[in-house]
Nanobody, 119 residues
Framework: QVQLVESGGGLVQPGGSLRLSCAAS????????MGWYRQAPGKQRELVAA???????NYADSVKGRFTISRDNAKNTVSLQMNVLKPEDTAVYFC?????????????WGQGTQVTVSS
């Protein structure tokens, strides 16, 4: 079983930036896309961004142009650069992997990292 460990969350003012990172303890097969979900209090978990082994990406409309996902296949890591953060980006962010750019069938999740955007 692959363990996923996220880091990089924190408190930031609106308009600020954060970079999240996720490291997998083992090798992630190239058939899987890796990516990020988030869950805000009282809301359902939503897909934020995903990236295939080949570099194709998918972003939620709410983060397009502000967030950038990247992946290092050799190191089994995925990162999320978040710029121009808004209060509505406040959530716990989870790393996972699954099939296709919607990360279908994702079974393994990190513990999550809290992102709080507030003045």
């Amino acid at each position: 079983q692959v363990q996923l460990v996220e880091s990089g969350g924190g408190l930031v003012q609106p308009g600020g930036s954060l970079r999240l990172s996720c490291a997998a303890s083992g090798s992630i097969s190239s058939i899987y896309a890796m990516g990020w979900y988030r869950q805000a209090p009282g809301k359902q978990r939503e897909l934020v961004a995903a990236m295939t082994d080949g570099g194709k990406t998918n972003y939620a409309d709410s983060v397009k142009g502000r967030f950038t996902i990247s992946r290092d296949n050799a190191k089994n890591t995925v990162s999320l650069q978040m710029n121009v953060l808004k209060p509505e980006d406040t959530a716990v962010y989870f790393c996972t992997y699954g099939l296709g750019l919607r990360l279908r069938g994702a079974e393994y999740w990190g513990q999550g990292t809290q992102v709080t955007v507030s003045s």
